[in-house]
């Protein structure tokens, strides 16, 4: 199964959207090179896409259902935390994965340290792209939220407004921009009304918008798309909207990049219409407008709040030489071993974190041999303990 049916398959608008955009090509962003000072940023999140196909990974996983299906549906899978939760699953995971290359008679791939990125990346950013909305669900909050007191949808209501032409919308992330950009004017007319002002939990911004666009009597074959965002864009439109004047210079709002935001692209979406109220009323008393979204913004500046805002975890070069001694790692890797295992004090430094991923997992299928056919298991790996080796190796090892 090629990638190009997979991703087109995707019950997600938002990936289909991704791939018109984004394109198959790794030089779409070339006009867009500024890179982060605050954290990793990809230029284009889906080119590990073709690492996983290339290196196999659709023959035994899937994604929404496509793919393989004799390991886990990554799709339904999610990559939070730090980059060390990452490796510290498929490395846990490597022992079920042997099994399969055996009985499939095929051999582990090996990753280079760019594609190990790509791929990491690609599979975390699968949380953020999120799948499809509940109609029915969706249909109740429009009555439950009393959208249908101002709004219709599926026919002619005297004196309401009707947001059938959001269905010309091919991305749910559109319909927010929009809510976003009649804010203030909506919540205006909330309060002379006595209406309660929408509060969106988890899913339910997608459920919504899923319901709206199904509802709608109008009908067109052309939709207009907006990507899932540009991470670095975002972050120049972080700064150009006034965000981080509030968030990080004066420090009245919350610290962006300390809160949960390991959500898909629609419930940040969500988040960001909950604060939208409180927010206008902080600008009133600096007197800056709430700000109004253009195009791609909305997705550019949520795509840059979900890839700044990976959780760190704890380690040190104390533990690092710790867990050496108790996996028994020392045990092959000693200087003059039979084993053909590199010597502890050769390893190191790692100019990455996925040079260090990738040697590590390129180094299973020796561990394979020396460990496994001997009637041992290997030794599982926690997030921390992962990073203190990686610590270990990039210090002098006294």
């Not at 004799?70 to 980059?83: E, I």
């Not at 109220?277 to 913004?297: H, S, T």
Request: hydrophobic share 30%; with cysteine; net charge positive.
């Amino acid at each position: 199964m090629k990638i190009r049916i997979l991703i087109f398959s995707f019950p997600a608008t938002l990936l289909l959207s991704a791939i018109i955009f984004y394109g198959f090509s790794t030089d779409n962003y070339s006009t867009q090179k500024e890179k982060s000072s605050k954290t990793e940023l990809p230029d284009n999140p889906l080119d590990g896409r073709i690492v996983f196909e290339h290196k196999g990974c659709i023959n035994c996983h899937s994604i929404y259902g496509y793919g393989g299906k004799t390991a886990q549906d990554l799709g339904k899978h999610n990559f939070s935390g730090s980059n060390f939760n990452l490796i510290s699953e498929m490395w846990n995971h490597s022992g079920e994965m042997f099994g399969q290359t055996e009985v499939k008679n095929s051999d582990q791939q090996k990753f280079t340290a760019k594609e190990f990125q790509e791929l990491r990346i690609f599979l975390y950013y699968l949380r953020y792209l999120g799948g499809s909305g509940d109609i029915i669900a969706g249909e109740k909050l429009f009555s439950k939220m009393r959208c249908n007191d101002c709004h219709s949808v599926g026919k002619v209501i005297p004196n309401k407004i009707r947001l059938d032409k959001l269905w010309n919308y091919g991305s749910p992330l559109s319909i927010a921009q929009s809510m976003w950009n009649h804010a203030a004017r909506m919540q205006k007319m909330q309060k002379t009304t006595n209406l309660e002002i929408p509060v969106f939990k988890e899913e339910e911004f997608t459920d919504l918008s899923s319901y709206i666009t199904s509802a709608s009597a109008y009908k067109k074959e052309q939709k207009n798309y907006m990507t899932p965002g540009n991470p670095i864009a975002g972050e120049k439109i972080y700064s150009e909207k006034g965000c981080f004047y509030c968030h990080d210079k004066k420090h009245t709002a919350p610290d962006l990049s300390k809160m949960n935001l390991n959500k898909s692209v629609i419930e940040i979406a969500g988040l960001m219409w909950n604060h939208s109220a409180g927010m206008e009323q902080a600008n009133k008393k600096d007197n800056i407008p709430l700000p109004v979204f253009k195009r791609n913004e909305m997705a550019d500046l949520i795509s840059f709040l979900y890839f700044n805002n990976k959780s760190d975890i704890d380690g040190s070069v104390e533990s690092g030489k710790e867990v050496i001694q108790e996996k028994g790692c020392i045990n092959c890797h000693y200087s003059g071993n039979s084993y053909d295992a590199p010597d502890v004090s050769a390893m190191g430094p790692y100019d990455s974190q996925d040079k260090f991923f990738s040697e590590l997992w390129n180094h299973l299928p020796l561990m394979k041999k020396n460990i496994y056919l001997k009637g041992k298991s290997l030794s599982k790996l926690l997030p921390t303990e992962i990073k203190s080796l990686y610590l270990y190796f990039n210090s002098n090892k006294g």
